[in-house]
């Protein structure tokens, strides 16, 4: 099983980014996808959540209407949208994937800093 998620990088505050998350080894269509987030010092948050179809999304308070997570299950991808980023928003972000088991991937660094 593979979870590999691309995109992070180096944003100004206000910028945007969009990270992505490439399933393998799974039948990715079965599964709850997540987007969670580590800042420094601090331990792991929920940031998103998407169910197995797509049909509904949950979020965090401090990153509702800014983010946006959906999915593409022909493509087996996971996507977040980030938008109006902040310095705040600053983190390693990690895709997980739930179902019968737990899979998390290797995390993309997001950094938002003038």
């Known amino acids: 099983v593979q979870l590999v998620e691309s995109g992070g990088g180096l944003v100004q505050p206000g910028g945007s980014l969009r990270l992505s998350c490439a399933a393998s080894?799974?039948?990715?269509?079965?599964?709850?996808m997540s987007w969670y987030r580590q800042a420094p010092g601090k331990g792991r948050e929920l940031v998103a959540s998407?169910?197995?179809?797509?049909?509904?999304?949950n979020y965090i308070d401090s990153v509702k209407g800014r983010f946006i997570i959906s999915r593409d299950n022909a493509k087996n991808t996971l996507y977040l949208q980030m938008n109006s980023l902040k310095p705040d928003d600053t983190a390693v972000y990690y895709c997980?994937?739930?179902?019968?088991?737990?899979?998390w991937g290797q995390g993309t660094q997001v950094t938002v800093s003038s």
């Open positions: 997980v994937a739930q179902w019968v088991s737990t899979y």
């Open positions: 998407i169910t197995s179809a797509g049909g509904t999304t």
């Open positions: 080894g799974i039948r990715f269509s079965n599964y709850f």
